[in-house]
């Protein structure tokens, strides 16, 4: 049976620097707490997400691992962080956390051995017809709300300055 699986893209540009980072801090388009404008996706009602990207626009490849940190809720969620800080909490109920992904980046737009791909099991190229479970990530947005998200690095990273990164969902609608 082939599942239909629909696209939603977010990208962007982190400050204009190359201040290195530690490991478990934010990446972000502001360096002040509360003006970080959440990763955000409309995706509303149930979902499922099969595949997640992320890409850079730069070619620096040491560390580029990182976390992404989903949210389901009806208003804007923010950070107790700015960019290159520790991450820590987010002005949402525990229970709109969905879940973590732990993944690496692609390097310029290019696929270094899939590093930059976080998918369920896959069979074949074919997707569609071939996943199979578990998928990566499932949960619900109820009426006009969004799946938003926050990137944090896992290592030291010594970023590119204006770094563009753009995540990718490839998700089934339940």
């Not at 977010?10 to 201040?19: A, I, Q």
């Not at 979902?47 to 580029?64: E, G, L, P």
């Not at 969004?146 to 990137?151: G, I």
């Amino acid at each position: 049976m082939s599942i239909k699986l629909f696209k939603a893209s977010y990208s962007f540009t982190r400050l204009s620097n190359t201040t290195t980072y530690g490991s478990a801090e934010l990446l972000a388009d502001h360096e002040t707490a509360g003006s970080v404008t959440p990763i955000s996706f409309a995706i509303n009602g149930g979902f499922k997400i099969w595949i997640i990207s992320i890409q850079k626009s730069t070619n620096t490849t040491a560390n580029s691992s990182f976390d992404l940190d989903f949210w389901s809720t009806q208003t804007a969620i923010t950070t107790t962080a700015g960019d290159n800080a520790g991450f820590t909490t987010v002005n949402v109920p525990a229970d709109g956390f969905i879940g973590n992904v732990a993944m690496g980046a692609t390097v310029a737009g290019v696929d270094a051995g899939g590093a930059g791909v976080a998918r369920a099991r896959v069979t074949d190229d074919n997707l569609s017809d071939h996943l199979t479970e578990p998928a990566i990530l499932s949960g619900y947005v109820e009426g006009q709300g969004k799946l938003y998200a926050f990137l944090s690095t896992t290592a030291a990273y010594a970023p590119g300055s204006a770094e563009v990164f753009t995540i990718e969902l490839l998700y089934e609608k339940l």
